[in-house]
């Protein structure tokens, strides 16, 4: 995870707060579904989204969340998996939507193998966020014009690319921030590199739905 500053600086850029609802997309570890609990308190909830294309993992993603929403204090958490797409179905309407290093994901075989494509659950976040709700992605950049030909392999996207797929599904680019960039990043290597691991150039968009 990153130092509290900058935890603190995204979660204010993300606009999550006393009372919202919030869901976070792939919780992996659940790190930022318990810093939203104690963020949105006992008037918000947090859905911890685990997508049914990874539910059959060795390390139990839903299984974890599950455990983690009946730690003392943590009753603002639900844990739910389900397909991607159906997504709106089983959750509820929410004021923010989180991808913490999730978006490229939808360009990989995993991923799609249910069939779901990132204009799918793009149209999937807008349908369930409320009017005004904010879509926030983090990831990390691919050389700019790479598109997502480097999803599969190198676990990077370009940041052009994520924004005009999402902007295809209605939202609108509400802010983007830098405090996670790196101008020393080559971009040229796979994220899990000890070379870049943990220090990848992250692009930060959020979009908002009119």
């Known amino acids: 995870m990153y130092d509290q500053s900058i935890l603190s600086e ?3 850029f993300a606009r999550v707060d006393t009372g919202s609802t919030v ?8 790190d930022w579904t318990r810093l939203f609990s104690d963020v949105v ?3 918000g909830r947090v859905t911890s989204f685990v997508p049914a294309e990874v539910a059959h993992f060795k390390n139990d993603p839903v299984g974890r969340m599950r455990t983690l929403a009946k730690e003392p204090g943590r009753a603002n958490i639900e844990a739910v998996s389900a397909d991607l797409v159906a997504m709106p179905e089983a959750t509820p309407p ?3 939507v989180w991808l913490h290093l999730f978006y490229h994901d939808l360009h990989t075989a995993l991923i799609q193998a249910k069939g779901a494509t990132a204009a799918d659950f793009n149209r999937a976040v807008y349908e369930r966020l409320k009017p005004g709700g ?5 990831d990390h950049a691919a050389t700019a014009g790479a598109g997502s030909g480097d999803a599969q392999s190198l676990h990077r996207i370009d940041p052009a690319s994520v924004r005009e797929e999402v902007e295809a599904a209605g939202f609108v680019l509400d802010a983007e921030s830098t405090i996670l960039a790196n101008k020393d990043d080559p971009h ?3 994220v899990f590199d000890p070379s870049i691991q943990g220090a990848t150039d992250r692009f930060v968009y959020r979009f908002v739905k009119p």
């Open 94 to 96: 929410a004021d923010v």
């Open 23 to 30: 869901i976070d997309v792939y919780p992996g570890d659940g």
């Open 10 to 12: 995204l979660i204010r």
């Open 188 to 190: 040229s290597t796979k």
């Open 41 to 43: 308190g006992r008037e």
């Open 134 to 138: 904010f879509y926030v992605v983090v």
